[in-house]
C-alpha cells in the first residue's frame, strides 16, 4: 500500500470509527457526496489543486475529528494537489480565461519551502501590541518616582 492509500485509507476509517457519515461531511463541508466518494477511494480527478485542495482537507479532517492543520501538512506532503507553490493554481486560472500566463515563481528552483531550515527554536518576533506595550512601559517608567500633591495644599518654603 502506498503513503497516499495509506493516508486515505486512515481518514476513512477514522470517520467509521466516529460514526460520520458521508452526508454528515458533505453537509458541513459542502463537498459534492461524489467527490467524497471518490477522495475515499484514492480517485483525486475531479478534487481542486492549491488552496482549495487544502480548504477541502481542513473541513473533511476537521468534521471527523481529526487535527486539521497536520492533516493539511501531510496531505500537501503525499498528494500534488496540495502543492502550496502558486503557480499552477495562476496557470489554471489563466487556462480557464483563455489567457497567457505571464507569472513567474518567486522562489526559483525545485526546493521545499516548506523545509526552508527555519530555526523554531529561535524566538518569533515581538507583534507589533507586544512592541507597543513594551514602549510604553519604559516611558513611563522615565516619569519621576515623585507622589503626587493633593489638589490644593500648598507647601511653603520654611
Known sequence: ???QETFITRLRRHRERNRVSLEEVA???RI???QLE???RGDLDAWPRGIYAR????GYASVIGLDPIDT???FCKLFPQGDRRAEGTFRDFAAIIAHNSAYRDEFAGEHDRRRSGVDMSVPPKRSWRQHMTRVMRSF???RPARSPRPVGS?????
Open 154 to 158: 500648598v507647601q511653603h518654603p520654611n
Open 140 to 142: 513611563l517608567s522615565l
Open 32 to 34: 459534492k457526496r461524489e
Open 38 to 40: 471518490a477522495f475515499e
Open 72 to 74: 493539511v501538512d501531510e
Open 55 to 58: 480548504a477541502w482537507i481542513r
Open 1 to 3: 500500500m502506498t503513503p
Open 27 to 29: 453537509n458541513h463541508t
